[in-house]
Nanobody, 115 residues
């Protein structure tokens, strides 16, 4: 079992920045890939970014160049630095961990971009 806890969400003005954190506990050595996803009201959950244990990252086209995902293997935490935020980035952001046999989700953290 893996437990994920996100933090760092909040209200920010357009053009502002936020940094999300996701702390993993439990059977952390089983984690292969971690990712950030988001779900806006009335929309499907979508991929934001992923990172492998070797540090390779992948981003959705809508956030590339504005968001940066990083990880700390020692603490089994991942982060999402979000810059130049837009109103369309408003969503609940979820952390996900993939293992060989299953995946785990955090409870989500709300990000609201509004003036």
């Amino acid at each position: 079992q893996v437990q994920l806890v996100e933090s760092g969400g909040g209200l920010v003005q357009p053009g502002g920045s936020l940094r999300l954190s996701c702390a993993a506990s439990g059977n952390r050595l089983s984690i292969i890939t971690m990712g950030w996803y988001r779900q806006a009201p009335g929309k499907q959950r979508e991929l934001v970014a992923t990172i492998t244990r070797s540090g390779n990252t992948n981003y959705a086209a809508s956030v590339k160049g504005r968001f940066t995902m990083s990880g700390d293997n020692a603490s089994h935490a991942v982060y999402l630095q979000m810059n130049s935020l837009k109103p369309e980035d408003t969503a609940v952001y979820y952390c996900k961990a993939d293992t060989t046999y299953t995946n785990y989700w955090g409870q989500g953290t709300q990000v609201t971009v509004s003036s």
